[in-house]
C-alpha cells in the first residue's frame, strides 16, 4: 500500500501564481488534512474534511482552498502565492476521527520568491 | 485555548546517556495524546497513542508515559539512529478529529 502519497514534492512559485498540491490515500480513510510546517511552530492546520463533499477551515485558512471531490483525494489550492506561504505542507488522513492518529505524506516543500 | 509546548527545543546526547523529552498540555477534555518521530525531508511517522493517565506504552528503546497535565518520552541509551524530531500532539473531545501538535524536540545522538 502506498498510504498517503503528495505531489509535488518540490515546487518554486513566483508572487502571484496559483497552484494545486495534491493528497491521495489509498486506505478509504474518511478524514483528511493539511497542515503547514515552519520552523519553531511545529505543524498548523490549514483545511480539513471529514468526508467526501466536506471541507471545514482550520487554524491558519487564510489564502488557502482545498476541495475534496472524491474520497481517496483532498486537493489545497493557492490562488495568489505570497512569501508568507513558503512553507513544507502535509496531507494526513485519519480512519475514525482522529482517535487512532494520523498517516501523513512525506510533504511538499513551496518556496514563493 | 488548548496548548501544547515540548520541551526542550533540541537535545543533544551522547550514544547510551539515557533521557527523557516533555509534553505539557492544557486542554479542555483529552480523548488521545499521540508521539511522533520525523525524520529530516520527511513526514511524520506515528509512534504511540496514550489515552488516559497513568498509561504507558514501550516501543524499543522509547517508552511513552502519560499524567494528567503531561506526556513523557523516554529515551533509554540511544543508539545515532535515533536522532530525530519528536513531535507530541492532542486530540481533544470537541476537536472533531484535530489533532494539535506541539514545536517538537529535535534529538540529536553522537556516536
Known amino acids: 500500500n502506498a498510504g498517503v502519497t503528495q505531489t509535488p514534492k518540490f515546487r518554486v512559485l513566483k508572487t502571484g501564481q496559483s497552484m494545486t498540491l495534491l493528497c491521495a490515500q489509498d486506505m478509504n480513510h474518511e478524514y483528511m488534512y493539511w497542515y503547514r510546517q515552519d520552523p519553531g511552530m511545529g505543524l498548523r492546520l490549514i483545511h480539513y474534511?471529514?468526508?467526501?463533499?466536506?471541507?471545514a477551515k482550520g487554524e491558519v485558512p487564510d489564502g488557502y482552498n482545498v476541495s475534496r471531490l472524491k474520497k481517496q483525494n483532498f486537493l489545497l489550492g493557492l490562488e495568489s502565492a505570497a512569501p508568507s506561504q513558503t512553507s513544507v505542507y502535509f496531507c494526513?488522513?485519519?480512519?475514525?476521527?482522529?482517535?487512532?492518529?494520523?498517516?501523513f505524506g512525506s510533504g511538499t516543500r513551496l518556496t514563493v520568491v | 485555548e488548548d496548548q501544547v509546548t515540548q520541551s526542550p527545543e533540541a537535545l543533544r546526547l551522547q550514544e547510551g546517556e539515557s533521557s527523557s523529552l516533555n509534553c505539557s498540555y492544557t486542554?479542555?477534555?483529552?480523548?488521545?495524546l499521540f508521539w511522533y518521530r520525523q525524520d529530516p525531508g520527511k513526514g511524520p511517522e506515528f509512534l504511540f497513542t496514550l489515552y488516559s493517565a497513568g498509561e504507558e506504552k514501550e516501543k524499543e528503546r522509547l517508552k511513552a508515559t502519560l499524567t494528567k497535565k503531561e506526556s513523557f518520552l523516554h529515551i533509554t541509551a540511544p543508539k545515532p539512529e535515533d536522532s530525530a524530531t519528536y513531535l507530541c500532539?492532542?486530540?481533544?473531545?470537541?476537536?472533531?478529529?484535530?489533532?494539535?501538535f506541539g514545536a517538537g524536540t529535535q534529538v540529536v545522538v553522537t556516536p
Open positions: 500532539a492532542v486530540l481533544t473531545t470537541d476537536s472533531w478529529g484535530k489533532l494539535q
Open positions: 494526513a488522513s485519519s480512519y475514525s476521527n482522529g482517535l487512532y492518529g494520523y498517516t
Open positions: 486542554v479542555s477534555g483529552l480523548r488521545g
Open positions: 474534511s471529514v468526508g467526501e463533499g466536506t471541507t
